[in-house]
């Protein structure tokens, strides 16, 4: 089973998603490009572009279920809270992907692009998060 964290402010604060989509991962596009010959096309080689996820699962509310990380909060509207509290101070989040023997096979900077909820029929709330990567701007040294 995969682990989920995400955190703001260099740990500032963290949580651990309950529940992970049973598939999900980045998308890592590179931006290539065409170059139009006098007789044919030829494909350019860009730089990579952005990664982009998008996570949709849902955040327990008042219950535990036995697949939820130790780590995990019962209470789902901390998670919605923490999410539009975080979103406005324009800080990067960073997600981490740990996979079911620990291993981190995602640790990066990322910016919350959108955040929905819906409250299920359970009471239960349903979300969709969409993450993009995030890269900090450094000047030449």
């Known amino acids: 089973m995969y682990q989920v964290i995400i955190s703001i402010n260099n740990n500032e604060e963290a949580i651990v998603l309950p529940a992970v989509p049973p598939d999900f991962g980045p998308q890592i596009p590179q931006n290539n490009g065409t170059y139009e010959g006098l007789s044919r096309d030829y494909n350019?080689?860009?730089?990579?572009?952005?990664?982009?996820?998008?996570?949709?699962?849902?955040?327990?509310?008042?219950?535990?279920?036995?697949?939820?990380?130790?780590?995990?909060?019962?209470?789902?509207?901390?998670?919605?809270?923490?999410?539009?509290?975080?979103?406005?101070?324009?800080?990067?989040?960073?997600?981490?992907?740990?996979?079911?023997?620990?291993?981190?096979?995602?640790?990066?900077?990322?910016?919350?692009?959108?955040?929905?909820?819906?409250?299920?029929?359970?009471?239960?709330?349903?979300y969709s998060l969409s993450l993009r990567e995030y890269r900090f701007i450094s000047g030449v040294t």
């Open 44 to 126: 350019t080689l860009g730089t990579m572009g952005l990664w982009e996820m998008t996570l949709s699962s849902f955040f327990p509310v008042g219950k535990r279920y036995r697949f939820m990380p130790a780590d995990a909060l019962e209470d789902g509207w901390q998670y919605v809270s923490f999410f539009e509290r975080n979103r406005p101070r324009m800080l990067p989040f960073r997600i981490i992907i740990l996979d079911s023997r620990g291993v981190c096979r995602l640790n990066s900077p990322c910016s919350v692009d959108s955040f929905s909820w819906s409250v299920k029929r359970n009471g239960d709330i349903a």
